[in-house]
């Protein structure tokens, strides 16, 4: 992801509505509720990160720990209140923020992480940011995880679909190393439970559903455990992975390319990918994400290589062969890995966009033709601006895995595919996201619009939801949306989802009760 897309933090708003606790019988103290017109609610109901959804909830909740998590759950049923959670906020469709949501539980203000004794295992909150999480993990126990690049994002929605950052080819996933999750559960009489379900038990079933069955699904997950699968977590500083010791980085800038040097230059990027795609590949530790924007202005490559230099200039000669002009490198830093979490990875954030995403993995690399038709689209210069195609390295460790050990199926890819659609004003909706589903459509005219899973591609990524899968408009391929998500892991997690959901409380426009 862009650090054109985190900019500004969006906690404003959960201070403020912190102080908002209500006095519930016998003396308890319930969950902070705000509700319109209270001080608090514009900047509550306004957290998400796509500014064309924005939800109207009767009530938001504001809870400072699980109990009150499940108080709040509790409350919302009593009184047929629809729900969603919210804990980055930073959701790309309208899982969250849409015209049926009459309750938000908003989870900002569960932010902690500590080590868990009792379960041996890193207790990381759903409502902490990616920078917290990491910055708590290198300064107390110097372990780390391998989450996303983007600091701000939450760990709620992010670790539930799979989770993946610049170490995952590295480290993999972080469902590979989630040893628990509490949540909040309801039962068919409409009763709330706080639920630990961990991979050697209890509750397996319920842990490996969170292993990349995607968020809002199941219950209201409260916090998560992390412990990697080789620690009996005796040590905190040996339960999770260590981080590199130093760290390369620098960005590679593209001139203005032809049609004929972007397409030799995008497909010389995807064919080194995709060599070097295997566990334990000499380049699982470059993680070299591609963002191609509209006009072929301010194009680049990050450059984050756990590696020595070597490396990055054989990478830099193999995606620069007959490429002219050849992309410029800025200078190639080396960093601590706590400063390149400082200077490198992207700042938390919210830029105010309104958004249209859609993604696609790839197991083999686009086409001649494919990637003429992203030039095509890119080389349109209406949609200058803040707009993007991105390519992000995937594979390595992440292949490692079985596709049913998770819930997360994608364990034979290389690359995801990113269409990043961004613009400021509501008048320009129509325009962006026709041109969003139009270049995705076009990209993948052979299999009805969309990316069928088979030997070229992979489905598409749960963290970056786009109901147009399950839209017949833009899905003409007779494949259900679940299958690009879930693949064979799909029934498995609708029998989870009836067992722990029995009523359906938890809903959204791709939740797992959708056939």
């Known amino acids: 992801m862009s650090l054109a897309r985190r900019r500004f933090i969006a906690a404003a708003g959960i201070g403020a509505a912190a102080s908002v606790l209500r006095v519930a019988g016998a003396g308890a103290v319930e969950a902070g509720v705000v509700r319109p017109g209270d001080v608090g609610y514009a900047e509550l109901s306004g957290r998400g990160y796509n500014r064309r959804f924005v939800a109207r909830a009767e009530k938001i909740f504001v809870p400072s720990s699980g109990e009150e998590v499940r108080g709040a759950v509790e409350r919302a049923v009593g009184e047929g209140l629809r729900m969603a959670v919210r804990s980055g906020g930073h959701g790309f469709a309208d899982l969250v923020d849409n015209d049926r949501t009459r309750a938000i539980i908003d989870m900002g203000r569960l932010g902690g992480v500590r080590w868990d004794g009792e379960y041996r295992a890193f207790s990381v909150d759903a409502g902490a940011d990616l920078g917290a999480v990491y910055e708590r993990l290198l300064g107390e126990w110097g372990v780390t995880v391998p989450a996303g690049i983007c600091k701000g994002v939450g760990a709620g929605g992010h670790f539930a679909g799979g989770g993946y950052g610049?170490?995952?080819?590295?480290?993999?996933?972080?469902?590979?190393?989630?040893?628990?999750?509490?949540?909040?559960?309801?039962?068919?009489?409409?009763?709330?439970?706080?639920?630990?379900?961990?991979?050697?038990?209890?509750?397996?079933?319920?842990?490996w559903a969170h292993t990349g069955g995607g968020g809002g699904n199941f219950g209201v997950v409260t916090r998560y455990l992390l412990r990697s699968p080789d620690s009996d977590g005796g040590d905190p500083a040996a339960a999770l992975p260590k981080p590199p010791g130093r760290v390369l980085s620098t960005r590679l800038v593209l001139p203005f390319l032809t049609e004929e040097a972007f397409v030799r230059f995008v497909g010389n990027y995807l064919a080194f990918f995709e060599r070097h795609s295997a566990p334990g590949d000499p380049f699982a530790g470059l993680y070299a994400p591609l963002h191609l924007r509209p006009g072929l202005v301010g194009s680049d490559v990050l450059v984050v290589l756990d590696g020595e230099r070597s490396h990055f200039e054989e990478f830099v000669a193999a995606i620069s062969d007959g490429v002219l002009p050849p992309p410029v490198s800025l200078p190639l830093n080396e960093f601590s890995y706590g400063d390149t979490l400082a200077n490198v990875y992207y700042a938390k954030g919210m830029p105010g966009f309104r958004v249209k995403a859609r993604s696609a993995y790839l197991r083999k690399a686009?086409?001649?033709?494919?990637?003429?038709?992203?030039?095509?689209?890119?080389?349109?210069?209406?949609?200058?601006?803040?707009?993007q195609v991105e390519f992000l390295p995937f594979g390595g460790a992440v292949n490692a895995v079985a596709a049913d050990a998770t819930a997360m199926p994608a364990r034979d890819s290389f690359m995801k595919?990113?269409?990043?659609?961004?613009?400021?004003?509501?008048?320009?909706?129509?325009?962006?996201?026709?041109?969003?589903?139009?270049?995705?459509?076009?990209?993948?005219?052979?299999?009805?619009g969309v990316p069928v899973p088979n030997d070229a591609n992979g489905g598409a990524y749960i963290n970056y939801p786009d109901p147009d899968l399950a839209d017949p408009r833009w899905n003409g391929s007779g494949v259900p949306w679940h299958a690009f998500y879930y693949g064979a892991n799909y029934e498995r997690l609708r029998r989870i989802k009836s067992e722990w959901d029995p009523n359906t409380r938890f809903q959204h426009s791709l939740s797992l009760d959708r056939p």
């Open 366 to 387: 686009y086409s001649t033709d494919q990637l003429r038709i992203l030039h095509r689209y890119l080389s349109d210069v209406r949609f200058l601006g803040e707009s």
């Open 166 to 207: 610049p170490l995952s080819r590295r480290l993999g996933l972080v469902s590979d190393h989630l040893y628990g999750v509490e949540l909040v559960t309801v039962d068919a009489s409409g009763k709330a439970s706080i639920v630990v379900a961990t991979r050697d038990g209890p509750h397996a079933d319920l842990w």
């Open 417 to 448: 595919m990113l269409i990043h659609a961004a613009w400021r004003l509501p008048g320009d909706d129509e325009r962006f996201v026709a041109w969003a589903r139009e270049m995705y459509r076009d990209v993948y005219a052979e299999t009805g």
